[in-house]
């Protein structure tokens, strides 16, 4: 631990000495415009920020365009490319099905309306193209009045569809044989439909796949297995499927696969007229050549995508133009964005420094297509950004790290360059950057019109703030608490441990946490009950404090399997609303931590790599995202520009991977998640719980105003807290001696920071 402690002693010195020559080395450049502009100082002692000035140079590059969707096509699913045309279903606004083809070398949509004789409610639920024949599989649902009178419990038929554009000739034919069995009921199911001519077709599922001829009678049996649910794509007319080997080609006529086609397991799903395969990386694409395995850089998703939502990645059409579409499934409903070449703005680069964790077993799982771990929200952050400032873009650049050595390697090297403008800093230890080489954002905060300290969840914003500075913003939080029956609970005065023993003895008809559950949980949760850590104090010595490891001690080894009378909630923002009531099984409240000040309440970080261990409680809903400015880049006002961006937050902010910072931001997600009447009723007449209601958000509401304390993960005060928490369980000690010990030796450390 003492050499430990050296080796970061040193490393925050020399990243202090890098951040203080690389400030001075970029003083002796003659700064920007805006860096001129950004660095003047009001007699006041703020900042003065100019307007951004918009780039009228231009470079060659790709642009996206957001295709508009014609009238007639309303809730529309599906994409299946076959040439040069992009195929979807979806419904007219009189209600009847159709088939929607957009030529993508013209620009136009063609209407295909689709009758099918009986059935109740159909709905198309997979469709395929060949030459000139179309191929429905369409599934009879439950409309809104069947769900709301509970008529659910009749057996969903099947349906084959056939048509002939050039003649309009139509075939109806009921499915007669089974697909395999849900798991879930005892409903048959479907994967896979592949039109293989104008006469077959293949019908897939989890067990036989049948060759159908236009009447939906079974030719034969397919001697070969049909992988992913018959997803993939095609290239030069020749049709490339999903196998374990890589993606193959199958022969439509023999039904043979060929030679499989692998691109380090990164191959892209993207339909080719034009006759390349591609391959993602870093989410950059890369077309790819299969024969010499080489690779040639075309775009990066994130200059090309709208929003984090429409990023297509890895689905999407190269037509014979050499232009590129993909889904955009965001706010506009499953709209087709088109890719093209052309002139765009020669904005300034902002450089993102990026952190891979490559000793983590969650990196090898997660890591598949990237070098580097980045959240959703910092991504969406990074698109919005890039396709609303007319001044910057922000460019990712992957640094990977195996062991604490190899990532202070990486620190070392990042703080004495001049190329970094920005670092997402989620991955560090809080220690890891010492604030001589970041950027103090509150002056810029404070200089900005438009976002103020006011505008966020205060004890979240103070808890971001050290030394009364602001050097790394922090996204989202999830709160620490516990639940319980709301006739059990009657004031956060009586919700004390030796009143929740007393209610397990009155009320044997509840089980509780058992004692793994709740351990870890309880050694986080002291460090914001029981430390002070503005005055570098602890009150491990306190008799709320004994009382929690009285309480840890009286808890199960093994589950009952009862409904537990309270349950400890590590991601109170993950289990809001439904998840609360399905632990309890019932209406819950937010009794807090016993013997607790205040709300008994406590703010988390959220986890980004839950194989970190254990300085994770559990995985949380939501991934971390924390960012930080470099004192040592050259764009100090366009990376403010980018951070405010990622403060605003997303257009539809989602509830459940977190709670936002930004105050508009949180509210703006309780409102999401209660706007859906439909979706509640439906929930109600299925005699499921309500996921999120309005009395949830009040709930929540009033959980996350009313706490104002954070968890701190310090390693080493966690390491003490067990081992002695873990002697008194073990009988070595009593709780009083436990406490007595915890007392000292986090004291002393406290003090040794101070």
């Not at 966020?456 to 971001?464: G, V, Y």
């Not at 490891?549 to 009862?562: Q, R, V």
Request: charged letters at 25%.
């Amino acid at each position: 631990m003492r050499n430990k402690k050296r080796r970061l002693c040193l490393l925050l010195c020399l990243l202090m000495a890098a951040g203080l020559c690389s400030c001075a080395r970029a003083s002796d450049n003659a700064p920007d415009s805006a860096e001129q502009e950004t660095g003047a100082v009001a007699p006041s002692g703020a900042l003065k920020l100019s307007d951004p000035e918009p780039v009228t140079d231009t470079v060659p590059g790709w642009y996206p365009t957001l295709l508009p969707q014609p009238d007639w096509l309303l809730d529309a699913g599906g994409w299946l490319c076959r040439g040069d045309t992009i195929w979807r279903k979806g419904k007219s606004p009189e209600g009847n099905l159709l088939l929607a083809a957009y030529d993508t070398l013209n620009g136009t949509w063609e209407r295909y309306d689709i009758y099918p004789g009986e059935g109740r409610n159909l709905r198309i639920d997979r469709f395929s193209i060949s030459g000139d024949s179309y191929w429905l599989l369409m599934q009879e649902s439950y409309s809104d009045e069947d769900i709301e009178n509970l008529n659910i419990y009749w057996k969903r038929g099947y349906y084959l569809m056939y048509g002939r554009f050039s003649t309009g000739e139509t075939r109806y034919s009921p499915i007669a044989f089974e697909g395999a069995s849900s798991s879930e009921s005892s409903e048959i199911r479907f994967n896979g439909l592949i039109a293989l001519d104008d006469g077959r077709a293949l019908l897939c599922s989890e067990g036989p796949c049948r060759i159908i001829d236009p009447e939906a009678n079974i030719i034969a049996e397919a001697d070969f297995q049909i992988y992913g649910g018959g997803s993939g794509f095609e290239v030069k007319g020749l049709l490339y499927m999903y196998t374990p080997d890589g993606y193959a080609p199958l022969d439509t006529v023999d039904l043979r696969y060929g030679e499989p086609v692998a691109a380090d397991g990164d191959l892209c799903c993207i339909d080719s007229s034009a006759g390349h395969f591609f391959r993602t990386h870093n989410s950059i694409l890369y077309r790819y050549d299969p024969r010499t395995e080489e690779s040639e850089e075309v775009f990066s998703w994130i200059d090309v995508a709208l929003s984090y939502d429409s990023m297509g990645g890895f689905t999407g059409l190269e037509n014979s133009a050499g232009d590129f579409f993909y889904l955009y499934s965001g706010r506009s409903g499953g709209c087709i964005v088109k890719v093209t070449r052309g002139n765009i703005p020669a904005k300034r680069t902002l450089t993102l420094a990026c952190f891979g964790n490559a000793g983590s077993d969650y990196y090898s799982w997660a890591n598949t297509v990237t070098d580097y771990t980045c959240s959703r929200e910092l991504m969406d952050a990074i698109i919005r950004f890039n396709n609303t400032d007319p001044e910057y873009k922000v460019e990712i650049r992957p640094f990977v790290f195996n062991g604490d050595a190899d990532r202070d390697r990486l620190l070392i090297e990042i703080a004495t360059g001049s190329g970094v403008d920005l670092i997402d800093t989620s991955l560090l230890p809080e220690s890891a950057m010492n604030s001589g080489v970041l950027v103090d954002m509150l002056p810029y905060m404070d200089a900005d019109p438009e976002i103020s300290r006011s505008d966020f969840i205060q004890p979240l914003f103070n808890a971001m703030l050290k030394d009364g500075s602001l050097y790394e913003y922090t996204e989202k939080f999830t709160v620490v608490s516990m639940i319980t029956h709301p006739d059990l609970f009657t004031g956060r005065n009586d919700w004390t441990t030796d009143n929740i023993i007393r209610l397990r003895a009155q009320h044997p008809e509840y089980g509780i946490i058992t004692h793994s559950q709740a351990f870890e949980t309880i050694v986080q949760a002291s460090t914001a009950e029981f430390i002070d850590w503005d005055e570098h104090t602890c009150s491990y010595d306190s008799s709320a404090f004994i009382g929690w490891l009285e309480f840890l001690n009286s808890l199960p080894e093994e589950s009952t399997g009862a409904v537990p009378l309270a349950s400890i909630l590590y991601d109170a923002a993950c289990s809001a609303g439904g998840g609360s009531r399905f632990i309890l099984e019932d209406e819950y409240v937010y009794s807090g931590f016993p013997n607790a000040v205040g709300s008994g309440s406590y703010f988390l970080r959220l986890d980004t790599d839950p194989t970190g261990g254990e300085e994770s409680i559990g995985r949380t809903g939501g991934d971390n995202t924390r960012i930080a400015m470099m004192a040592s880049g050259s764009n100090k006002y366009g990376a403010w520009r980018f951070v405010r961006t990622l403060m605003l937050g997303e257009d539809d902010p989602n509830l459940f991977s977190g709670i936002p910072v930004f105050r508009d931001s949180f509210e703006r997600a309780l409102a999401n998640e209660t706007g859906d009447e439909k979706i509640r009723k439906r929930f109600s007449a299925l005699g499921e719980t309500d996921s999120f209601n309005a009395e949830d958000a009040q709930k929540l509401r009033d959980l996350v105003y009313s706490t104002t304390k954070l968890i701190r993960p310090d390693e080493t005060i966690l390491t003490v807290i067990r081992s002695e928490i873990n002697a008194y369980l073990g009988g070595g000690k009593t709780a009083e001696d436990a406490a007595k010990q915890i007392q000292s030796r986090v004291g002393l450390y406290l003090a040794e920071q101070s």
